[in-house]
């Protein structure tokens, strides 16, 4: 029965009542050992007995205070630092200020105070365990957001399950128009061979994950990892129940139950940021992109010259540039309506495109106009890949229902540093002198500024 708001106050009450109830019944107690009742009886020995069993209720609870009050004092002196390491913790989000050495309590005893101490030890491992799940969930979150690209989101979401999982090695596939991509890849001699490994087809016909135990006694290709696997995890990466990609991560040892948990939480925020990635590059292609003919549109296609022609003057190679013009376009557009049109720009952008080296640069300049901008090319290297196009044009037959649609194209051309030019509007305009004089010249031929 609760006497105050203070335990040890209600225990100090309870014991010197127990002591006074005992110096009260002592005398009668004496009785049955013999004492004579006029001295069992007498005032100075009822006296005395009261005096005695409050003292032995004051002991008893200076005792129990010093036994078990310094006890708690120990133990709650111990919460309040652990209280305090905590608040620091989740300020600083460094989880390595909770060690097992200072926010942890002994535990000194079997009965209710080590019972105590051991049930607060587990609540705050539980609460470090959520702290450190929420301070690398946040780590993992913000590495990721700072990036839009595919590489370096996959690099750096790699590099955070290595220090937060226990992986040594793995990768991260992506999924683009159907394909899985290699975005990410460490620790593995041989990506190739595990992106048509068993387990990632499964884990991509089921969308479960898969965690495989590799016994001992197992011998395994020393070509797959830097090391020696243990156990491997594939998962699947998703993003509102849309497959983003794959998860392969190879440990030396088993993944324990917190890892797990930990990759638990940072898949949907890795599934999350490759939509974002996938949704930004979809963006930047169109926003780079003519739709009608898929190349360069005029404005990227400007950007990407500049940046040509500044590696080249750094490089001091050199640089060439075609201008390409369709001959009487307007004619085919009057004659034969605009989708015929559109079809006859598609299938000379087609051509156009399978003449260039891959990493050649091709731009629809205007509306029959496209510009090539050729790295290292020389103007007899222009002048061959110019005659190359024109013959592939002049052979094109466009058919239209009984008819047959052929046309040709006049190209110009100039090389830098042939050509003394400060910058790549010279280019450009030198280029486009070049066109002018092909089709002055008589048009379906290749003129190159030399």
Same mark, same amino acid.
């Given at each position: 029965?609760?006497?105050?708001?203070?335990? %040890?106050?209600?225990?100090?009450?309870?014991?010197?009542?127990?002591?006074?109830?005992?110096?009260?019944?002592?005398?009668?107690?004496?009785?049955?050992?013999?004492?004579?009742?006029?001295?069992?009886?007498?005032?100075?020995?009822?006296?005395?007995?009261?005096?005695?069993?409050?003292?032995?209720?004051?002991?008893? %609870?200076?005792?129990?205070?010093?036994?078990?009050?310094?006890?708690?004092?120990?133990?709650?002196?111990?919460?309040?630092?652990?209280?305090?390491?905590?608040?620091?913790?989740?300020?600083?989000?460094?989880?390595?200020?909770?060690?097992?050495?200072?926010?942890?309590?002994?535990?000194?005893?079997?009965?209710?105070?080590?019972?105590?101490?051991?049930?607060?030890?587990?609540?705050?491992?539980?609460?470090?365990?959520?702290?450190?799940?929420?301070?690398?969930?946040?780590?993992?979150?913000?590495?990721?957001?700072?990036?839009?690209?595919?590489?370096?989101?996959?690099?750096?979401?790699?590099?955070?399950? %290595?220090?937060?999982?226990?992986?040594?090695?793995?990768?991260?596939?992506?999924?683009?128009?159907?394909?899985?991509?290699?975005?990410?890849?460490?620790?593995?001699?041989?990506?190739?061979?595990?992106?048509?490994?068993?387990?990632?087809?499964?884990?991509?016909?089921?969308?479960?994950?898969?965690?495989?135990?590799?016994?001992?006694?197992?011998?395994?290709?020393?070509?797959?990892?830097?090391?020696?696997?243990?156990?491997?995890?594939?998962?699947?990466?998703?993003?509102?129940?849309?497959?983003?990609?794959?998860?392969?991560?190879?440990?030396?040892?088993?993944?324990?139950?917190?890892?797990?948990?930990?990759?638990?939480?940072?898949?949907?925020?890795?599934?999350?940021?490759?939509?974002?990635?996938?949704?930004?590059?979809?963006?930047?292609?169109?926003?780079?992109?003519?739709?009608?003919?898929?190349?360069?549109?005029?404005?990227?296609?400007?950007?990407?010259?500049?940046?040509?022609?500044?590696?080249?003057?750094?490089?001091?190679?050199?640089?060439?540039?075609?201008?390409?013009?369709?001959?009487? %376009?307007?004619?085919?557009?009057?004659?034969?309506?605009?989708?015929? &049109?559109?079809?006859?720009?598609?299938?000379?952008?087609?051509?156009?495109?399978?003449?260039?080296?891959?990493?050649?640069?091709?731009?629809?300049?205007?509306?029959?106009?496209?510009?090539?901008?050729?790295?290292?090319?020389?103007?007899?290297?222009?002048?061959?890949?110019?005659?190359?196009?024109?013959?592939?044009?002049?052979?094109?037959?466009?058919?239209?229902?009984?008819?047959?649609?052929?046309?040709?194209?006049?190209?110009?051309?100039?090389?830098?540093?042939?050509?003394?030019?400060?910058?790549?509007?010279?280019?450009?305009?030198?280029?486009?002198?070049?066109?002018?004089?092909?089709?002055? &010249?008589?048009?379906?031929?290749?003129?190159?500024?030399?």
């Amino acid at each position: 029965m609760r006497m105050t708001n203070k335990v %040890f106050s209600d225990l100090a009450i309870w014991m010197t009542i127990l002591g006074v109830l005992t110096g009260v019944v002592f005398p009668f107690f004496t009785l049955l050992l013999g004492v004579p009742s006029k001295l069992a009886m007498s005032l100075p020995f009822a006296l005395a007995c009261l005096i005695a069993g409050a003292l032995v209720g004051g002991l008893n %609870f200076a005792m129990v205070r010093w036994v078990v009050g310094r006890r708690l004092r120990v133990l709650t002196g111990s919460m309040l630092h652990i209280e305090q390491t905590l608040r620091k913790m989740e300020a600083t989000q460094d989880s390595t200020l909770c060690s097992p050495e200072n926010c942890m309590i002994p535990v000194d005893s079997e009965d209710e105070i080590g019972q105590s101490a051991a049930a607060f030890n587990r609540l705050v491992e539980t609460l470090t365990t959520s702290l450190h799940s929420q301070s690398a969930s946040k780590a993992f979150a913000g590495a990721l957001t700072s990036q839009l690209e595919l590489a370096p989101l996959s690099e750096q979401a790699l590099n955070q399950f %290595f220090l937060n999982a226990g992986a040594s090695g793995g990768l991260i596939l992506t999924e683009c128009a159907g394909e899985m991509k290699l975005g990410a890849a460490q620790g593995l001699l041989n990506p190739e061979r595990v992106i048509q490994s068993e387990p990632v087809n499964r884990v991509i016909r089921t969308g479960r994950r898969v965690l495989i135990d590799i016994p001992e006694d197992v011998q395994i290709e020393g070509v797959v990892t830097e090391f020696r696997p243990q156990q491997v995890l594939v998962s699947p990466i998703s993003y509102k129940g849309v497959s983003m990609g794959i998860l392969v991560l190879a440990a030396g040892s088993n993944f324990k139950a917190d890892q797990l948990e930990l990759i638990d939480l940072f898949l949907p925020i890795l599934g999350l940021s490759l939509n974002n990635a996938i949704t930004h590059d979809r963006l930047q292609r169109l926003a780079a992109l003519d739709p009608l003919t898929g190349l360069y549109n005029r404005r990227f296609g400007m950007g990407r010259l500049h940046e040509e022609f500044g590696r080249s003057v750094r490089a001091q190679t050199p640089i060439g540039l075609l201008m390409l013009d369709i001959d009487h %376009f307007k004619a085919v557009n009057d004659t034969y309506g605009h989708l015929v &049109g559109d079809r006859l720009l598609k299938s000379v952008s087609s051509i156009m495109r399978s003449s260039l080296r891959e990493g050649d640069v091709l731009v629809r300049y205007g509306g029959e106009e496209f510009l090539a901008v050729l790295p290292a090319a020389s103007s007899d290297d222009l002048l061959m890949v110019g005659e190359r196009v024109r013959r592939q044009v002049e052979d094109l037959i466009l058919q239209e229902s009984e008819k047959q649609i052929k046309v040709t194209i006049s190209i110009g051309g100039c090389a830098a540093p042939h050509h003394q030019v400060s910058n790549e509007e010279s280019l450009i305009s030198k280029a486009d002198e070049a066109l002018y004089r092909a089709k002055n &010249g008589g048009r379906n031929q290749v003129v190159i500024d030399r």
